[in-house]
């Protein structure tokens, strides 16, 4: 199962409200997680199950969809949050991730 | 606290194996699911393999399957991948993670909650 981001790259300012897309080949119901990676670091859970937030994520983290269409969004754009998320499917294996957005300050 | 080591990374020749670990600690580690993924230099996340609590189940990539071998030993808190036949595009970051399983009314939500820092695996002549 593909799964595809866009976009690949993207500039914002703090304060912005940013919106990420995830879409998979076939449908995955509600298996879909979001990950932050940061350079040099381990990639970090933010939601998973589409939209459960994980213990001690910020609230402006949110996510949605179902089937093949899902979205991350940050409501307001913090300077810690510039960095590359990545979504990943767990309907069935391999678990595939999508390429990962790349979050950068305009 | 909740920590996964991982060690056993190194350089080796294409054709070599190479045997990684990941120490668990701060958690029961037969209660969970574990995984391996691993990211190639300037590359994205990629889904390796992953175990069942006690074994009986393990999961794939294609592109390591036959090559890769994932183990477990729930006495040690330790988690394995068992690494042959490598090759340059095995060259990444290999981390371990666990894997809860979250029980929702639509089925069994898998996950990465914690990982590890990961350890270099560098395949090259």
């Known amino acids: 199962n593909q799964m595809t981001q866009s976009p690949s790259s993207l500039s914002a300012s703090v304060g912005d409200r940013v919106t990420i897309t995830c879409r998979a080949s076939?449908?995955?119901?509600?298996?879909l997680n979001w990950y932050q990676q940061k350079p040099g670091e381990a990639p970090k859970l933010l939601i998973f199950?589409?939209?459960s937030l994980q213990t001690g994520v910020p609230s402006r983290f949110s996510g949605s969809g179902s089937g093949t269409d899902f979205t991350l969004t940050i409501s307001s754009l913090q300077p810690d949050d510039f960095a590359t998320y990545y979504c990943q499917q767990s309907h069935s294996t391999p678990r595939t991730f999508g390429q990962g957005t790349r979050l950068e300050i305009k | 606290d909740v920590q996964l080591v991982e060690s056993g990374g190194g350089l080796v020749q294409p054709g070599g194996s190479l045997r990684l670990s990941c120490a668990a600690s701060g958690f029961t580690f037969s209660g969970y699911w574990m995984s391996w993924v691993r990211q190639a230099p300037g590359k994205g996340l990629e889904w390796v393999a992953d175990i069942k609590q006690d074994g009986s189940d393990k999961n794939y990539v294609d592109s390591v399957k036959g090559r890769f071998t994932i183990s477990r030993d729930n006495v040690k808190n330790s988690l394995y991948l068992q690494m042959n036949s490598l090759t340059v595009v095995d060259t990444a970051v290999y981390y371990c993670?666990?894997?809860?399983?979250?029980?929702?009314?639509?089925?069994?939500?898998?996950?990465?909650?914690?990982w590890g820092k990961g350890t270099t695996v560098s395949v090259s002549s």
């Open positions: 076939q449908s995955i119901g509600l298996f």
């Open positions: 199950a589409t939209s």
């Open positions: 993670a666990r894997e809860p399983i979250y029980s929702g009314s639509r089925g069994d939500y898998y996950y990465m909650d914690v």
